[in-house]
């Protein structure tokens, strides 16, 4: 079991909830099952007053734990007490953070504003590269693309891939965009996947993993090839260590929208489970998007637009815990 640590209550937009994991009483399916408590967990004030459209995978830089969504922005959290470091806004359609080196992280988002392109072009976004520990903007700008293609980047979250600004693959649905920064040029690339067929039974994919719907004796599971099985209808989020058979995933138990968990697995089964505290009653059940990440030391997970929770990994280094 994780122990809980202390957590930082000194300021409102990081104000700890109680981090003790609801009682698992009533939850059948877990039975059996370690229960895990969180080292910290915060609700962040939102930005803008808007739908959770988008929600990225929470990812630690150094001491900071950086998280994207549409109503909180972009927000880099302490590490190890979950204290809000910075903020930046994001808009609703923003890209993960991209992280190029612990000093330079980029960022894509909707522009403050409207903002003027080229002659036969169109701003399409805006981007921004942050110094993430010792917050500071190393530059920032417009993205634009031909007129012609502006059809196929209407709404919908931005993905980032590549190590070289000056060579970054920019995606939305299924247009790709070779990105040169810091001009902001975004050309037209013709390589876009093809979309492949998912199997009826598959509910997450994380990589080359698989998770799928099983039915055994009239009751609901989630697995995954060489995996655990977990009690569930199907997998809000998955995150999984790099090269490693270990990860985190969110189950959504039944579709009263209100029972959720986080299961911690390795290459020995289950290690944990976190049953994630109701969302708030306004707004009618967790219908909005989650997220989840794992690396080697650490489980964390963003959920109810803001809620961001930090656990100590199972298979972290034993003077990590």
């Not at 990860?247 to 911690?264: E, H, I, K, M, Q």
């Not at 690396?295 to 003077?319: E, K, L, M």
Request: one cysteine or more; proline letters at 11%.
């Amino acid at each position: 079991m994780v122990g809980c640590k202390d957590r930082e209550r000194s300021t409102p937009a990081t104000l700890a909830r109680d981090a003790a994991a609801p009682p698992i009483a009533g939850w059948p399916e877990l039975a059996g099952l370690s229960l895990a408590q969180p080292d910290w967990l915060v609700e962040l004030t939102p930005l803008a007053p808007r739908p959770s459209f988008a929600i990225h995978p929470p990812v630690v830089v150094g001491e900071r734990v950086v998280v994207a969504g549409s109503r909180a922005g972009y927000r880099g959290l302490d590490l190890s007490r979950g204290a809000e470091a910075w903020r930046r806004p994001g808009g609703a359609w923003l890209s993960a953070p991209l992280v190029l080196t612990r000093h330079d992280v980029v960022l894509v988002s909707e522009c403050d504003g409207a903002v003027a392109a080229p002659p036969g072009h169109r701003v399409v976004a805006c981007f921004e590269r942050i110094d993430p520990i010792a917050i500071a903007a190393r530059s920032a700008g417009r993205i634009y693309t031909p007129d012609e293609k502006v059809g196929c980047v209407v709404g919908g979250a931005w993905t980032l891939a590549g190590d070289d600004p000056a060579a970054l693959t920019l995606g939305r649905d299924t247009c790709r965009f070779a990105l040169e920064l810091p001009s902001g040029r975004a050309q037209p690339r013709s390589d876009a996947p093809a979309p492949s067929p998912v199997a009826d039974d598959v509910v997450a994919t994380d990589g080359d993993a698989v998770w799928r719907q099983v039915i055994d004796a009239g009751a609901s599971y989630v697995a995954r090839e060489a995996g655990p099985r977990l009690p569930g209808l199907t997998v809000l989020a998955a995150g999984r260590v790099p090269g490693r058979d270990a990860g985190a995933v969110v189950v959504r138990v039944d579709a009263s929208l209100y029972r959720d968990y986080l299961a911690a697995y390795d290459g020995t089964g289950v290690a944990w489970v976190w049953p994630l505290p109701s969302p708030p009653p306004a707004d009618g059940g967790r219908g909005g998007p989650t997220a989840v990440s794992a690396d080697a030391g650490n489980v964390i997970v963003i959920f109810d637009a803001g809620r961001v929770a930090r656990f100590t990994a199972p298979w972290a280094p034993p003077t990590a815990r």
